[in-house]
């Protein structure tokens, strides 16, 4: 008799249960909550956080290489990546202005007493923009800032940025190289980029347990009574983000020739584990293993994925943008058109490259909500609710990538249609 077996998504729904039981449970059992959060529920979540985190590096670093060069010259090499920053600003406006439009219409700041909402120290967060304001949103900066002084200090620090920087040049000067002196090398790459997809299915072994840590404790943290005055602010934000899902990007999926839904039911597993965990990184490495089977060439998948997840951050902008209104309406502050329209730029220009940095979001409204005159105290009402928007918006980012990677792969004219007939078939008989 054949052995049921749990899919990952299933271990993960569970243990996601789970820790929501747990951590309502904990939330009223004040005697003990500190010592579990501390000793064990925070450690089960931030080992499985920095078990992916340990090899994303090695992973996008050989990919990234051996992609371009393979990519056939610097010439191709362009096209693909003046292509891919012209789709990611287009979808990355789209989804700001999909945000304003949602806040000014559902207003969902309006009405709201403050003196019911829970206030959360967001000291760590105004620590770490600072840091990002000394390196300089402006174009000058962000020019200078992809280029690292040091590539062992970047990848210590994790700036994929500069990272994906150095590893450009190094494919484009690999590939310029005679094959015979090339070969070992790309060899080698191969065999360390396909090792860290072996690595990545053992860890994903472990990632229910970093779900459970760390739903459990944010249950634990905040309740659920401290969510409620929010109710609004959440609903519109996971309206919009469920229009642009299926509206927006269902449209640009259709136009290519791909369907929204065949592309959620084959990045199920890896959804699942973005929610749970808010983090888009944990999922990157089987994200680009499915888009390689789906049909994107490797060429393509190991430049845009990792690309994307500096420069086309859908979720997380349409985030800003909504709360970025929530905070003004909360102050009863209106903004004109232009001073929304500032917003929209200036959002568009400091959510680039930082994607690394802890509690990027807020980081990035911090930087943004004095620009429009929106007092920055106003995050630490949205704090304790950040946790559970920031799951909703990181199904965003992985959903938006998974399809550049698709949709640019179609517009250069080397995506398999073949392969995607055959692992659609297969997506649908597993399901």
């Known amino acids: 008799m054949k052995k049921m077996k749990l899919s990952l998504a299933w271990q993960i729904v569970i243990a996601l249960i789970l820790g929501v039981a747990v951590g309502a449970f904990l939330h009223e059992s004040t005697e003990y909550r500190e010592a579990l959060i501390n000793n064990l529920l925070h450690p089960l979540g931030s080992i499985s956080i920095n078990l992916i985190k340990m090899i994303v590096i090695p992973l996008v670093v050989s990919m990234l290489i051996l992609g371009i060069a393979n990519a056939g010259g610097t010439k191709s090499l362009g096209k693909l990546g003046f292509r891919t920053m012209v789709y990611f600003e287009v979808i990355t406006t789209i989804a700001i202005i999909v945000g304003l439009v949602a806040a000014n219409v559902f207003q969902p700041g309006v009405g709201i007493d403050m003196s019911t909402l829970t206030t959360t120290d967001i000291s760590q967060y105004e620590q770490t923009t600072q840091q990002v304001n000394n390196q300089a949103h402006g174009l000058v900066n962000t020019i200078l800032s992809l280029i690292p002084s040091n590539i062992f200090a970047a990848m210590d620090s994790g700036q994929m940025l500069p990272i994906i920087f150095f590893a450009v040049i190094f ?12 070969q070992p090398l790309l060899d080698v790459l191969k065999s360390i980029s396909e090792t860290m997809f072996k ?6 072994m472990f990632a229910p347990f970093g779900v459970f840590g760390l739903i459990a404790a944010t249950v634990a943290s905040f309740g659920f009574s401290s969510l409620l005055p929010l109710l609004k602010l959440a609903v519109v934000v996971y309206g919009a983000i ?3 899902i299926f509206v927006i990007l269902g449209f640009v999926a259709k136009f290519c020739g791909f369907n929204i839904l065949t592309l959620i039911k084959i990045l199920k597993d890896e959804l699942i584990l973005a929610f749970s965990t808010a983090s888009s990184e944990t999922v990157l490495p089987r994200m680009m293993e499915k888009m390689e089977a789906y049909g994107a060439p490797k060429s393509v998948t190991s430049f845009v994925i990792p690309i994307g997840y500096s420069f086309n951050l859908d979720g997380s902008t349409l985030y800003q943008s909504i709360a970025a209104i929530f905070i003004a309406q909360l102050y009863g502050i209106d903004l004109s058109l232009t001073q929304q329209l500032v917003l929209v730029v200036t959002l568009m220009i400091t959510s680039k490259g930082i994607a690394g940095v802890p509690g990027v979001s807020f980081v990035v409204l911090l930087a943004t909500l004095g620009s429009v005159g929106i007092p920055l105290e106003g995050l630490a009402f949205i704090a304790g609710i950040d ?21 640019i792969s179609k517009w250069e004219g080397n995506f398999d249609t073949e392969m995607q007939k055959n692992y659609s078939i297969k997506a649908n008989d597993t399901l």
């Open 242 to 244: 469920f229009f642009f």
């Open 199 to 204: 690595v990545t299915h053992m860890i994903m």
């Open 387 to 407: 946790r559970i928007l920031d799951m909703g918006r990181t199904v965003v980012n992985v959903i938006g990538n998974a399809l550049a990677v698709l949709v």
């Open 171 to 182: 494919g484009i000067g690999l590939g310029s190289l005679t094959r015979e002196t090339k």
